[in-house]
């Protein structure tokens, strides 16, 4: 069983920037895939960053457009989400999930390919 937990979310202005983490029980590197998703309410799950099993890529929702940046610390197996110029579009509860996907494409941004889910973080972008 592979738990995940999430920190970091709040309150933010437009404009601001927020730095979540995601601890994960388990080494990740060559076992699984670990994204952040976001959902808003009366919306659907959003895939918003993600780093490949290999631990070698990063990826990105289209709507990120170089806002947001994605790194792992593999020492510490924990996996961060660096948010910059922060909109009120971008307010929603981001889970951090894990899952055995190997895909680069299609499958590593579909939340129906991960098993494992964290409890979420809200994130509040609101003057």
């Known amino acids: 069983q592979v738990q995940l937990v999430e920190s970091g979310g709040g309150l933010v202005q437009p404009g601001g920037s927020l730095r979540l983490s995601c601890a994960v029980s388990?080494?990740?590197?060559?076992?699984?895939?670990i994204s952040w998703f976001r959902q808003a309410p009366g919306k659907e799950r959003e895939f918003v960053a993600g780093?490949?099993?290999?631990?070698?890529?990063?990826f990105y929702g289209d709507f990120v457009q170089g806002r947001f940046n994605i790194t792992g610390d593999t020492t510490k197996n924990t996996v961060h989400l660096q948010m910059k110029s922060l909109e009120p579009e971008d307010t929603a509860t981001y889970y951090c999930?894990?899952?055995?996907?190997?895909?680069?494409?299609?499958?590593?941004?579909?939340?129906?390919?991960?098993?494992?889910w964290g409890q979420g973080t809200q994130v509040t972008v609101s003057a």
């Open positions: 388990v080494p990740t590197v060559g076992f699984y895939a």
């Open positions: 780093i490949s099993r290999s631990g070698t890529e990063a």
């Open positions: 999930a894990a899952g055995s996907v190997w895909s680069r494409g299609a499958r590593l941004r579909d939340y129906q390919e991960y098993r494992f």
